[in-house]
């Protein structure tokens, strides 16, 4: 059974409503990315920080998954399919997708400030002040901020290096160091990668282009996939 890797970002999940950085002109839901997704601002402003990850919660119970994550969860059925995903909601999950690395980290997670090992889902969708881990230390939101390390990239590495299929779907390849991962794949490794807009990276030469919004491409590759590769 072929191997398939999904390096998903912020395009799969606009269609269900979620708006992206480069929708936006480098803003989240209005506010400078470095008011909201640094530890500077969870320094100087905690209440800021603590309201907007709250109110991204809420706004992620209200979404839905769309045909593109559906679409991945289908191919679990015929493929071995990872998904690395650069997006911290949690709509891969809820479309049935069940083996998924989260780069950034995950919205409806918490972590403790003083061990990073130490994380816990949020009960109710939302973080307060006062909620604190088994070390007694306030809980912030498990998401990796600009500045930081991603943890996890060590952890995707070893699954890029197994692909037969790579998909690349709603990510512009632009933020590192996860754009990078694509250097960790076979050099047999199918390439497809499914955006309407330009893709950086250093792939052309070996790429198939899907130029469609991930809704309408991801379900037609597959489709594609499921009746042409699974057999071989």
């Not at 901020?145 to 995707?156: H, I, K, R, S, T």
Request: hydrophobic fraction near 40%.
């Amino acid at each position: 059974m072929k191997n398939i890797v999904v390096l998903s970002g912020a395009g799969i999940s606009a269609e269900s409503g979620i708006r992206t950085f480069r929708d936006m002109g480098g803003l989240w839901e209005e506010y400078d990315v470095m008011e909201v997704a640094s530890p500077q601002a969870w320094e100087s402003n905690p209440d800021l920080v603590m309201r907007f990850y709250n109110d991204r919660r809420k706004q992620l119970k209200e979404v839905k998954p769309n045909r593109a994550h559906k679409a991945l969860a289908e191919l679990e059925k015929h493929f071995n399919v990872k998904i690395v995903t650069q997006n911290v909601d949690n709509l891969h999950e809820r479309a049935g997708s069940t083996d998924i690395l989260h780069l950034h980290g995950e919205l409806t997670k918490s972590r403790s400030q003083i061990d990073s090992s130490l994380i816990y889902n949020i009960e109710g969708w939302e973080l307060k002040f006062g909620d604190k881990c088994e070390l007694g230390s306030q809980l912030r939101p498990h998401i990796v901020w600009f500045g930081e390390e991603v943890p996890e990239l060590d952890n995707a590495i070893p699954i890029m290096n197994k692909a037969d299929i790579l998909i690349i779907v709603g990510t512009s390849l632009n933020v590192y160091p996860a754009a990078g991962l694509v250097n960790y794949i076979p050099d047999n490794c199918k390439v497809f990668v499914v955006d309407p807009n330009s893709v950086a990276g250093n792939l052309n030469s070996r790429c198939e282009f899907i130029t469609k919004n991930a809704g309408e491409g991801l379900p037609e590759l597959a489709e594609r996939l499921i009746n042409n590769f699974n057999n071989e």
